[in-house]
């Protein structure tokens, strides 16, 4: 098992942009940041390479998300600072992270995993819990969605 100080340090900010997406608050995303590592010092999984782990670790985010959103209603109204913060980078960026949490969960996250952090298509679909052909879809028409959300329609 891997120092869990080195994991927050290498993995904490991406996992929080992920959870961010999904919660729209800073808060719960912390809260989900903090319940996944929780979840790995509890399972302490035995991971082959440092993909393996990232990949685990995205996937128990992303379920922490989802039942957290079950829970309770999850405001569509992300504030422009708060994604501005997390993103760290330009306008352009920023508005595209924003425009990210705005599109349907099975949609953000793929767009998220495939653009944001690289993970090819068989990966995310192990992540996120599908088949290739149905990541390929969620990211074809997350892409559509998204350029309508850019375009303003």
Known sequence: MEDVTLLVGKYGDMLYRLCFLRLHSKFDAEDAVQETFLRYIKKTPDIEDGEHLKA????????????????????SYVPLDAIAEISGEDDESTEII???SLLPEKYGNVLFLYY????????????VGCGESAVKMRLSRGRDRLRKILEGE
């Open 116 to 127: 944001v952090e690289g993970y090819d298509v068989k990966s995310i679909g192990e992540i």
């Open 56 to 75: 685990w670790l995205c996937r128990v985010a992303i379920n922490i998300c989802h039942d957290a959103a079950r829970k309770k209603k999850v405001r």
């Open 98 to 100: 924003r425009s990210l």
